[in-house]
Nanobody, 116 residues
């Protein structure tokens, strides 16, 4: 089992920045892929960014050049640095982890609200 806890969400004006954190605990050594997803009201959950054990990263086109995903293995924590935030980035952001064997784990989500 893996537990994921997000933090760092909040209210920010357009053009501002936020840094989300996802702290992992439990059988962390079984994680090989982690990602940030988001879900806006009335919309489906979408992939924002992902990172693997080799630190290869991928980003949704809508956040490329503005968001940066990273991880600190010593702290068992993944981050999402979000710059130049836009109102359309408003959503609940979820941390996701995939372990060997294919099981998915999710955090409880953290709200990000960007005002215009």
């Amino acid at each position: 089992q893996v537990q994921l806890v997000e933090s760092g969400g909040g209210l920010v004006q357009a053009g501002g920045s936020l840094k989300l954190s996802c702290a992992a605990s439990g059988r962390v050594f079984t994680l090989y892929f982690m990602a940030w997803y988001r879900q806006a009201p009335g919309k489906e959950r979408e992939l924002v960014a992902s990172i693997n054990l080799s630190d290869n990263t991928n980003y949704a086109d809508s956040v490329k050049g503005r968001f940066t995903i990273s991880r600190d293995s010593a702290k068992d924590t993944m981050y999402l640095q979000m710059n130049s935030l836009r109102p359309e980035d408003t959503a609940v952001y979820y941390c996701n982890g995939v372990v060997y064997g294919g099981n998915n784990y999710w955090g409880q989500g953290t709200q990000v609200t960007v005002s215009s």
